[in-house]
């Protein structure tokens, strides 16, 4: 069957991974989450003390570092469920924090890292039979992608969505912080300059505020059925 490239934008924790891992699955695609290559980077930034105390990246010297930062996938083999790992070390579970969370946008506007990972992304998805997720994946990294998705949810409803992963998964969680944090890094996401976070005209819009998984999954299925 005809391979596509299906592209999937949308503010932060609307469940866009959740969906798009799924499709993959489904369709025996590759999935490729890129706001994980850009958290892959903030840790970076992190762990060399590129960030000022005022919250500014040290962009000079983040330029200089950006050729030692290698980022690739590998599906944990008992899972099957994606890895990010940054120079060769697993750090699926350190980039998801809030500490990564709160850097994460600032690192995400400065251009000369969306062109290294763009550039990336585009090579990772040239074979097609792809979905990839995002922020600018259907305006600037597949611009001519055959199914363009545009999710979005209620600030709230994200925030809540956050803290009940992060608890799923151990980890520390204060459900004001992450309000705070989803609705910073929105404002963030639609005001840079570099490809900001926008729907594409030729995008479908899904509010999956009221959705369960499933309903969304079939939702999803749907419409990539209706674009091959
Ligand atoms: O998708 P996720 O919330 O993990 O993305 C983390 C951050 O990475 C976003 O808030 C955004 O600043 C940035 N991002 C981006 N472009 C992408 C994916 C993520 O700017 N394609």
Same mark, same amino acid.
């Given at each position: 069957?005809? =391979?596509?490239?299906? %592209?999937?934008?949308?503010?932060?924790?609307? #469940? +866009?991974?959740? !969906?798009?891992?799924?499709?993959?699955? =489904?369709?025996?695609?590759?999935?490729?989450?890129?706001?994980? !290559? &850009?958290? %892959?980077?903030?840790?970076?930034?992190?762990?060399?003390?590129?960030?000022?105390?005022?919250?500014?990246?040290?962009?000079?010297?983040?330029?200089?570092?950006?050729?030692?930062?290698?980022?690739?996938?590998?599906?944990?083999?008992?899972? #099957?469920?994606?890895?990010?790992?940054?120079? #060769?070390?697993?750090? *699926?579970? *350190?980039?998801? /924090? !809030?500490?990564?969370?709160?850097?994460?946008?600032?690192? %995400?506007?400065?251009?000369?890292?969306?062109?290294?990972?763009?550039?990336?992304?585009?090579? !990772?998805?040239?074979?097609? /039979?792809?979905?990839?997720?995002? @922020?600018?994946? #259907?305006?600037?990294?597949?611009?001519?992608?055959?199914? +363009?998705?545009?999710?979005?949810?209620?600030?709230?409803? @994200?925030?809540?969505? @956050?803290?009940?992963?992060?608890?799923?998964?151990?980890?520390?969680?204060?459900?004001?912080?992450?309000? =705070?944090?989803?609705?910073?890094?929105? &404002?963030?996401?639609?005001?840079?300059?570099?490809?900001?976070?926008? +729907?594409?005209?030729?995008?479908?819009?899904?509010?999956?505020?009221?959705?369960?998984?499933?309903?969304?999954?079939?939702?999803? &299925?749907?419409? &990539?059925?209706?674009?091959?």
């Amino acid at each position: 069957m005809k =391979k596509i490239t299906i %592209a999937i934008d949308g503010f932060s924790s609307c #469940g +866009k991974s959740t !969906m798009a891992k799924a499709l993959a699955k =489904k369709l025996g695609y590759v999935y490729i989450d890129t706001g994980a !290559m &850009y958290r %892959a980077v903030t840790l970076f930034a992190l762990r060399h003390q590129l960030f000022n105390a005022d919250g500014t990246v040290k962009e000079k010297e983040l330029k200089t570092l950006m050729p030692d930062i290698h980022i690739r996938f590998q599906l944990d083999p008992s899972t #099957g469920n994606p890895r990010t790992f940054l120079n #060769g070390e697993c750090v *699926e579970k *350190e980039i998801r /924090g !809030m500490e990564v969370s709160q850097h994460v946008s600032p690192i %995400a506007a400065i251009p000369f890292v969306r062109e290294a990972l763009v550039a990336q992304q585009q090579t !990772m998805g040239k074979e097609k /039979g792809i979905v990839m997720d995002g @922020r600018d994946i #259907g305006t600037t990294v597949f611009p001519d992608a055959e199914l +363009k998705i545009f999710v979005t949810a209620s600030a709230q409803v @994200r925030a809540q969505r @956050r803290y009940d992963e992060l608890k799923a998964k151990g980890m520390p969680a204060d459900f004001d912080d992450i309000l =705070k944090n989803v609705q910073e890094r929105d &404002y963030i996401d639609t005001h840079r300059e570099v490809s900001p976070l926008k +729907k594409a005209d030729d995008a479908v819009e899904l509010d999956n505020s009221k959705l369960t998984i499933a309903e969304q999954d079939q939702w999803l &299925y749907k419409q &990539y059925l209706s674009h091959l």
